[in-house]
């Protein structure tokens, strides 16, 4: 199995059209990835912020994307601004996608903190680097997102050694952002991304 709608509670679904489901599943396949982990059921009514890292290369995305049909699951993900374009932008909408300006970064926190406010059940997944580039420190934004809303991080790694993708144990933030991020850091090691020089 490469991935599977029962890996996340039924309350996170998108309820997709199936060849929506299978091309997600396709893809993969196509590629030699699976899908590992799960999100617990006791979550079915929580906001769950999820961070993907290491993040390194486009394929990332593509295999993201891939993953969140193949979950089908109803997430909203942050891209940067260039990459929604034309039919690929009206795709990436749909299924769930946020452009970023990544020059103007500040406004997005507070869009996805409102709109996930009021809802029951809401997943958003960002890059906690925020870049493909090599960087010195991670963004904070998830931190600020799930201390803002009271929840909880999911940290989905992608290890292209194993073509793995992981839903990791949920991570609960200390409220100390170093300390979370130096953790989480610690955590992401383990994993190989498709270009380590850049990680």
Wanted: charged share 25%.
């Amino acid at each position: 199995m490469t991935v599977s709608n029962k890996q996340i509670p039924s309350s996170f679904r998108a309820y997709r059209p199936k060849f929506i489901q299978r091309l997600g599943k396709i893809v993969l396949k196509i590629f030699g990835w699976t899908v590992k982990g799960t999100i617990s059921d006791k979550h079915s009514q929580d906001k769950l912020v999820i961070i993907v890292a290491p993040h390194t290369s486009n394929w990332d995305g593509i295999l993201g994307i891939a993953t969140v049909a193949g979950l089908d699951a109803r997430i909203t993900f942050i891209g940067k601004h260039t990459v929604f374009k034309f039919g690929l932008g009206t795709f990436l909408r749909y299924m769930g996608g946020i452009p970023v300006d990544r020059s103007k970064p500040g406004g997005i926190i507070n869009n996805a903190i409102n709109q996930m406010k009021n809802i029951n059940g809401a997943l958003i997944a960002m890059s906690p680097e925020g870049t493909r580039s090599k960087v010195k420190e991670w963004k904070t934004g998830f931190l600020r997102i799930a201390k803002e809303l009271n929840t909880n991080i999911i940290p989905a790694s992608l290890d292209f050694a194993k073509k793995e993708i992981l839903l990791g144990d949920t991570f609960t933030p200390s409220g100390n952002n170093e300390k979370d991020i130096a953790d989480l850091k610690e955590y992401y090691s383990e994993f190989v991304p498709k270009h380590p020089e850049r990680y």
